[in-house]
């Protein structure tokens, strides 16, 4: 029996659900690949043994959440450059 899964955009909180593929029988019609169709998934590295995913819906989710992981460069910093 075939399993439902899901993943969830880190951003938005979209849902999408899929169901696993398997090599023995013909992919699913809500296969993973086709349900997640345009995603991005992330990996980040924190140490031995621990990897933290990350799913999003689009580049435009992504971008929102590298921006809110970045720390704010202040305003004052570009005209101080742009000044010499
Ligand atoms: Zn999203």
Same mark, same amino acid.
């Given at each position: 029996? *075939?399993?439902?899964?899901?993943?969830?955009? =880190?951003?938005?909180?979209?849902?999408? %659900? =899929?169901?696993?593929?398997? !090599?023995?029988?013909?992919?699913?019609? !809500? +296969?993973?690949?086709? +349900?997640?169709? #345009? @995603?991005?998934?992330?990996? $980040? @590295?924190? #140490?031995?043994? +621990?990897?933290?995913? =990350? /799913?999003?819906? *689009?580049? #435009?989710?992504?971008?929102? @959440?590298?921006?809110?992981?970045?720390? *704010?460069?202040?305003?004052?910093?570009? $005209? +101080?450059?742009? /000044? %010499?």
């Amino acid at each position: 029996m *075939s399993k439902k899964n899901f993943a969830i955009c =880190y951003n938005c909180l979209k849902k999408a %659900e =899929y169901t696993d593929c398997c !090599d023995k029988e013909p992919p699913p019609k !809500d +296969a993973r690949c086709s +349900a997640l169709l #345009g @995603w991005l998934a992330v990996s $980040q @590295w924190q #140490g031995v043994h +621990a990897v933290e995913h =990350y /799913d999003f819906c *689009s580049f #435009g989710c992504l971008q929102k @959440w590298v921006n809110s992981q970045m720390p *704010s460069v202040p305003n004052i910093f570009f $005209q +101080a450059l742009s /000044d %010499e």
